[in-house]
């Protein structure tokens, strides 16, 4: 702070994201539009301080904005509280914390009109009702400016305090998502980023290995390289360790290496050093050639994951969930003398459902899965989380590992999915897993 009281604004852009919304705040609905902004604001060299979850009560909104007026951000962008019911309240709140009168842009009270028509054709809307709710969503701070509508409600780009920019967004990720450009071009906006520099960014991906090794490494790696010019971020998503390092030009000496300390570390553990997932990992490296599944206790999950992304019909034939004994004995052929002397949680049964699967689909590769997801089911012998996985291939070749995957039903079942498509990776690569 200066001598008279007001926020020194630093030469790096920074922000904070106020996120409303009573059922966020209690958890009926997860929040994915503050991650979203952050990320997006962190590509563009914006330091995001913080991001604050609300209710939907002016009171809870205002004092979020007045804590972020007090930090001296550059930014603050809102998300949810628009529209024309009783508790959409973020534009009047902003109005009322920055000063400014609420008034109506006709402009914007045309488009919204023109853009609820159709619905008021198709749903036979009462006229008065709507025409009301138009004229709510068309009233902005004096001064503002709106953001065309991706939904019905616009959004806003509001002159605050002492410089800040305040942009009020909508609440669902398609429309917030959609109207992300033209809040960026917005002249208010766009000033505040012609002083950004973007980060740049190093992105390791990891699998199977123990995060305290991780950490020791890194430990071993900053006793032999300042790194005090990095920003680097750890994170453990389903078994796979992301590691993440930003930093500005001039420091790319030191990144390098964090990524040569730890490739020398654990190079059997990394599998992607641009950021790629474990999926499309596993498309690249297919290379035209084809993968089918069978699955018991991820319920068609793995041939859900294999099918995300576009084009995967190049090289995903399809997959069989044999969730009962009988099925696999059906529709893979697994031999019920094998499932009655082992179980049908076993390395054979696994072996049997991916040789099932590559005759049946004449795929390259297949990939089985069968296990114990609980929370009931497993035994003093095979425990909740027992797991057996096979990624096998047309030539005879067969990778076969049983893991112990902890955690609740739906972590098992993810944490399997991910441990699958690490085994076919390594069995398309030739490399020994680790163990």
């Not at 450009?181 to 123990?210: F, G, W």
């Not at 859900?304 to 995903?316: I, Y």
């Not at 689909?361 to 989380?385: M, Q």
Request: aromatic share 4%; proline share 6%; with cysteine.
């Amino acid at each position: 702070m200066s001598d008279t009281g007001r926020t020194v604004r630093s030469e790096e852009p920074t922000a904070g994201v106020i996120v409303t919304g009573t059922e966020v705040l209690s958890g009926q609905v997860t929040d994915r539009n503050g991650p979203w902004i952050s990320e997006r604001l962190g590509e563009l060299g914006v330091r995001v301080i913080s991001i604050l979850c609300v209710g939907d009560r002016p009171g809870d909104l205002g004092a979020a904005l007045d804590f972020m007026a007090a930090e001296g951000l550059d930014l603050v962008f809102t998300s949810g509280g628009l529209g024309p019911t009783a508790d959409d309240l973020t534009a009047q709140t902003v109005a009322d914390h920055v000063g400014r009168e609420m008034q109506l842009d006709e402009a914007l009270e045309a488009q919204i009109a023109e853009i609820l028509a159709g619905y008021a054709k198709r749903w036979k809307f009462d006229p008065e009702a709507l025409a009301e709710s138009n004229r709510k969503q068309a009233m902005v701070p004096d001064g503002a400016q709106p953001l065309s509508p991706v939904g019905t409600a616009p959004g806003l780009v509001v002159p605050g305090r002492e410089g800040q920019v305040i942009v009020v967004l909508p609440g669902p990720p398609r429309e917030l998502q959609g109207m992300w450009p033209d809040a960026l071009d917005s002249k208010p906006v766009s000033a505040v980023l012609a002083r950004a520099e973007p980060y740049r960014n190093l992105a390791i991906r990891m699998h199977a290995l123990p995060e305290s090794e991780l950490a020791a490494s890194l430990r071993e790696i900053e006793a032999e390289t300042d790194l005090s010019e990095l920003e680097i971020v750890t994170c453990l998503r389903g078994g796979e360790i992301y590691v993440d390092v930003r930093y500005r030009p001039g420091a790319e000496s030191a990144a390098e290496a964090v990524r040569e300390g730890l490739r020398s570390r654990h190079a059997g553990f990394m599998f992607s050093e641009e950021g790629e997932l474990a999926d499309e990992v596993v498309t690249r490296l297919l290379a035209g050639r084809t993968v089918a599944v069978a699955e018991s206790c991820t319920g068609g999950m793995l041939a859900a994951k294999m099918t995300d992304r576009p084009g995967a019909s190049d090289h995903f034939l399809g997959g069989v969930v044999s969730y009962t004994d009988q099925a696999k004995v059906d529709l893979l052929g697994v031999d019920p003398a094998l499932i009655e002397r082992d179980g049908a949680v076993s390395a054979g049964v696994a072996e049997s459902m991916a040789d099932g699967a590559l005759e049946r689909f004449g795929s390259d590769f297949a990939v089985a899965v069968t296990g114990i997801a609980g929370p009931g089911g497993g035994s003093e012998e095979k425990p909740v989380g027992t797991v057996w996985i096979c990624a096998a291939s047309s030539d005879g070749r067969k990778l076969t590992r049983g893991p112990l995957i902890p955690g609740d039903r739906a972590s098992i079942r993810l944490r399997t999915v991910v441990v699958s498509l690490h085994l076919l990776r390594h069995l398309i690569t030739g490399e020994e897993p680790p163990r």
